[in-house]
């Protein structure tokens, strides 16, 4: 039984607790949390409380929020800690894995070079066997390797072209914008092309991406050249067997983000997420070599299946299909929706 | 002096009767307004208003505002009618047109074949030399056609891949979305790479299109095979000798559309507009053959000076350069903004 601790329990590691719990080989030893606020008094019920410092330990007394000690007494009961922290603070945070001799997964905010290795389910689950420190790449490349890792295993890809559509906040925040803008990424390519390198051996890649005012989910235009002429219904039937990529269609009224989470509310899993990779089926389209489709990415919850696997890989627990297949049925992963 | 009768006077119609009256060689013979509403009061200021029918005219009446007659007594008036009405309305307008053995434009809500030629000023103007029915492109379309000629003419284009990233609606609309989505166009290639072709001859054309929830611009992820190998400079500096093409930068505080547009109120043309597509100087780069850059589109204005342009090759008043210089310094496109 694995312990693992939860070190940031915003989005993603709130959400990593749940699937972690739902697991048989794995367990919660307890996750960090930092201001009492209304998440610390809901995840107080389910999980142990560990906070960054003795000082927040009497922040959290006053609130009537009981804590089991600091994040190094929660190093001590953890054999990995899953750091879901702010953009940049898990290559802070290492120095503390290391001291401890704990495992860390770190997310796609961190630097690639922070851990031994990128981490993608599909793509190249065995490049973390028995590695202490591994990077679950962001959302967004997370979707690219899903749909483009059965392209590539099973027509072959030249090169990749993909224009990312960001949310542009999540749903839970009230700062960030564009409120009625359209904001690019000057850089071209951005930096999802190398980052899906890290996970995908395949060509040249090339992505551009833009923030817009919408908080439900990322939609990315993929255009593809493969290694051979297919037709469309060779690159759906690719995607077919792999349960993390769900084929959704405007026939079924599914026109847009908006009726794709609520598609996912009326499947209700935990916390209305959609773990899947979205495509469009009539978006699918082939014109000589180069496949073209539309997918949309929930951006909150793509990449937890893929921190639940990438734990087994590190510590050897199960082979890729094995840890996927336990994964998805777990977290209810591939359940029909209609 | 030709007379320009404009049917609709919504959007597009209002800003090509301004433009009309800024040029010496044409004049605005009336507009076409079917609800006394605040817009036909302000209109009623600067020019002759028409009605589509009689018994309008009595709406008119008790509403106070003047009117000259119906769309018939304008037809008798105009040597070219500007047809701005809602999409699909202007094939069943031809009727009258030809009724009235007046020359007619239309909108790119059209389909091509109700005209005899459409129309980009700088890719196809000699097309519509003469013609009697002209389809001005969509704004999207414009403004793919604005930038790609530079480079179909200096380096050559082999094939194009476009994501178009659409304002959901307009800023005068309360009505349509999406307001927390985004919304593709599942059907691949969008409308826009047909359209694309019919004004500018290159060979394999892809776009997709979704429309996101902001009314600014439309934003366009392009990436153009070119037919040599060249650096990002040369394609800046094909854009360089076109007007119609602003370059922007982040380095100066230009990171979205937001600034965009408020950089162009800040320039204070007509009603705030920017008639430039707008290129982002740093998206620009080539690796190998592929050109790719993003630029903005101001969906309201930017085919208004290729409505003037077109006027004047249908009644065979100026070459191509004379007409789009023209334009340019009436309307005050080009005109430094910092």
Redesign the interface.
């Known amino acids: 039984m694995i312990k693992v601790g939860i070190n940031g329990y915003g989005t993603i590691g709130k959400r990593v607790a749940y699937a972690v719990s739902l697991q048989r080989d794995m367990t919660v030893a307890g996750i960090v949390k930092s201001s009492p606020d209304f998440m610390s008094r809901i995840a107080s019920r389910n999980f142990r409380i560990f906070v960054p410092d003795k000082e927040k330990v009497k922040l959290f007394q006053e609130a009537g929020i009981k804590t089991e000690g600091t994040v190094d007494d929660l190093m001590g009961d953890s054999d990995v800690v899953v750091d879901a922290t702010p953009e940049g603070m898990g290559r802070k945070n290492k120095q503390l894995y290391e001291k401890f001799h704990v495992k860390a997964i770190f997310q796609g905010g961190e630097d690639h070079n922070t851990a031994q290795a990128s981490f993608n389910a599909y793509s190249n689950y065995n490049e973390s066997w028995g590695k202490d420190f591994v990077r679950v790449v962001s959302c967004n490349t997370t979707g690219l390797a899903r749909t483009l890792y059965p392209l590539s295993s099973e027509i072959g890809i030249e090169s990749v072209?993909a224009?990312l559509?960001r949310?542009g906040t999540d749903p839970n925040d009230h700062k960030k914008g564009?409120m009625?803008?359209?904001?690019?990424s000057?850089?071209?390519?951005s930096h999802h092309a190398p980052d899906l390198k890290t996970v995908l051996s395949i060509g040249?890649v090339?992505t551009?991406a833009?923030?817009?005012?919408?908080?439900?989910?990322?939609?990315h235009?993929v255009?593809a050249v493969l290694k051979r002429e297919v037709k469309a219904e060779d690159v759906l039937s690719s995607f077919s067997s792999y349960k993390r990529i769900l084929p959704v269609s405007?026939k079924d009224g599914v026109?847009?983000?908006?009726q794709i989470m609520e598609m996912a509310k009326e499947r209700s899993l935990n916390r209305s997420d959609l773990y899947e990779i979205a495509v469009?089926k009539?978006?699918?389209?082939v014109?000589?070599r180069?496949a073209?489709?539309?997918q949309?990415v929930h951006q909150e919850s793509d990449v937890i299946p893929e921190n639940i696997d990438a734990i087994r890989s590190m510590f050897q627990l199960l082979e890729r299909d094995k840890s996927v297949s336990t994964t998805d049925e777990t977290m209810g992963i591939g359940r029909k929706v209609y």
């Open positions: 072209n224009t559509v949310r564009p009625n803008a359209i904001e690019p000057l850089k071209i390519p040249e090339n551009v833009m923030k817009v005012p919408t908080t439900l989910m990322h939609v235009s255009q405007g026109y847009s983000t908006a469009w009539e978006s699918v389209s014109k000589g180069v073209s489709y539309i949309a």
